[in-house]
């Protein structure tokens, strides 16, 4: 199994930035892509960005050039630096990871609420 906590959500004016970490415990040395996701109100969950093994980086068009993300080496923490924030960048953030564990689980983390204000 794979534990995700996310942090670093909170509440900022249009054109600000938040830094959104993830840190894995658990069963890391499976992870083989680590990311975030987010869903706003009334709509489907989406990609937002993720890291992949195989040295890929995948980004949704509407995060580009504004988020990025990085990791460390030991590969047990990621972080979403988001800039010039939009109001329709609100949502709740959730952490992701996929694992190479039998079944090929994902996991989740809890979600943390990022509220941009126009």
């Known amino acids: 199994q794979v534990q995700l906590v996310g942090s670093g959500g909170g509440l900022v004016q249009a054109g600000g930035t938040l830094r959104l970490s993830c840190a894995a415990s658990?069963?890391?040395?499976?992870?083989?892509?680590m990311g975030w996701y987010r869903q706003a109100p009334g709509k489907l969950r989406e990609l937002v960005a993720v890291?992949?093994?195989?040295?890929?980086?995948n980004y949704a068009d509407s995060v580009k050039g504004r988020f990025t993300i990085s990791r460390d080496n030991a590969r047990n923490t990621v972080w979403l630096q988001m800039n010039s924030l939009k109001p329709e960048d609100t949502a709740v953030y959730y952490c992701n990871a996929e694992s190479t564990l039998p079944g090929r689980p994902n996991f989740w983390g809890q979600g943390t609420q990022v509220t941009v204000s126009s």
């Open positions: 658990g069963s890391i040395f499976s992870i083989n892509a």
């Open positions: 890291w992949r093994s195989d040295g890929r980086w």
